[in-house]
């Protein structure tokens, strides 16, 4: 179950934050991300934040591909800060972390580097009710599980479908939203929305399109 962050609020957070630019990684707020941390950068992103809060930016490259000047590409303007909640630490020094996303922001100026990876000053203003429960609804639960069902059969994807049921709304599209292989710029803009409601909304619409470009595609439309 999601809970409010009782413990936080918008004056509590960072002005601000170390970034970790990852393509098609989504951290919504109230959701949990797992991620290996094996770069030195960001093992010394990671080991800092330790020691300030533990916090982290997470947000998307605008192209995912490598950009031949590092740490100078291009980034979507709105990404989520997230709490390490958890840590593991591998035999080869590699980090096993997850991050519980607290609030989306918005970048404003991007910091010296002087570590390796980068930090940038960002505003949590619009959208500081993040920090809240989202008690909106699904509009139409039954057509949005009819159509994930299919597109997770599709891409080969298991999940624990009894505790898919009995999710919450917000619980519910969270997860889906995090875990669903969509590119870069329909995870950014399911990040975007204006609240869950809005999200699921297009959640339901972005696994409809991807299951009606797969049949067309398997020729399940011909005649």
């Given amino acids: 179950m999601i ?3 009782g413990d936080i609020n918008a004056n509590a957070l960072p002005e601000s934050l170390p970034l970790f630019p990852l393509s098609g990684a989504l951290l919504l707020p109230h959701g949990h991300l797992p991620l290996n941390i094996f770069e030195p950068r960001y093992l010394s992103m990671t080991e800092d934040a330790f020691s300030s809060g533990r916090l982290i930016g997470m947000i998307q ?3 995912s591909h490598t950009d031949p000047i590092p740490n100078k590409e291009t980034l979507f303007p709105v990404g989520c800060c997230g709490k390490i909640v958890s840590f593991e630490e ?4 590699n980090l096993f972390i997850a991050l519980r996303g607290l609030c989306r922001f918005r970048l404003n100026q991007e910091l010296e580097n002087e570590k390796g990876y980068r930090r940038s000053t960002v505003d949590y ?5 993040d920090l809240r429960e989202d008690t909106g609804k699904i509009n139409d639960r039954p057509r949005l599980l009819n159509a994930v069902q299919q597109f997770f059969i599709l891409k080969n994807i298991d999940v624990d479908w009894e505790a898919i049921k009995t999710a919450a709304d917000e619980t519910l599209v969270t997860s889906l939203a ?5 590119e870069a710029r329909e995870k950014q803009a399911l990040l975007e929305v204006k609240n869950m409601m809005e999200r699921s909304n297009l959640l339901t619409s972005l696994v409809e399109m991807a299951l009606h470009s797969s049949n067309y595609q ?6």
């Fill in 61 to 63: 490259p605008e192209k």
């Fill in 178 to 182: 995090m875990i669903c292989p969509f």
């Fill in 218 to 223: 398997t020729g399940a439309f011909q005649h």
């Fill in 90 to 93: 591998t035999e080869s020094g």
């Fill in 3 to 5: 809970r409010a962050f």
């Fill in 125 to 129: 203003a619009p959208y500081v009710d």
